[in-house]
């Protein structure tokens, strides 16, 4: 009697975490359908064939891009708003934000922002998918200013919920111009701005 091994898959030359990142970038510099499989094993450093295998098809390899990208960005958003006021949250979040979208280590903007600004009718569920993402940060921000409400530490009349949306919107717009050239010194202005006009502090 003779027992057979089962043969074992080849085993993948290339690791999976760099192309990923790799495949985020590409996204995130041509957006979700400017991305073609052509530029994306470009950038990956890996065939079709290869692609495939590891992560499935164009619209999972992008799930998988925007997960792990928006995975960080939530960590980075929570950690902004540990701070002991309501005032000093938005801040944080917004100079953070400003300094993102202008690192030189990636594309400027944001990838939940040029992912899919263009994005056709039959790719409508990228667009849902970075919505999706976008809302999760904004409710992040209404959790925080809806309990500084309740500390009392947001004036008397004031929506934690159109302030959250607020600071979203300002800093989505943000997002738009960095990718436009932007400075981090014209964003930061720009916060300095939008702080003096919520005049929060006690």
């Not at 998988?64 to 950690?79: C, I, L, P």
């Not at 809302?135 to 959250?164: Q, S």
Request: with cysteine; charged share 25%; hydrophobic share 45%.
């Amino acid at each position: 009697m003779t027992t057979e091994t089962p043969a074992v898959g080849r085993p993948r030359a290339f690791d999976e975490e760099t192309v990923l990142d790799r495949a985020t970038e590409a996204f995130w510099r041509h957006g979700y359908e400017g991305a073609s499989l052509s530029v994306l094993t470009s950038a990956m450093g890996i065939n079709r064939p290869s692609l495939y295998a590891a992560f499935g098809n164009k619209e999972q390899l992008f799930e998988r891009a925007f997960a792990r990208y928006h995975e960080t960005q939530v960590a980075n958003a929570r950690a902004a708003l540990d701070q002991p006021s309501a005032y000093a949250s938005i801040e944080a979040f917004l100079r953070a934000s400003a300094d993102g979208l202008t690192d030189r280590a990636h594309p400027a903007g944001c990838l939940s922002i040029q992912g899919g600004l263009a994005c056709s009718p039959e790719n409508a569920r990228i667009s849902e998918l970075l919505a999706a993402g976008r809302a999760a940060t904004e409710a992040a921000l209404h959790e925080r200013l809806a309990r500084a409400a309740k500390e009392g530490d947001l004036p008397d009349g004031v929506d934690p919920r159109a302030l959250a949306r607020f600071v979203m919107a300002l800093s989505e717009g943000h997002a738009v111009h960095a990718a436009a050239g932007a400075s981090r010194e014209d964003l930061q202005a720009s916060v300095d701005i939008a702080l003096r006009a919520l005049a929060l502090r006690a």
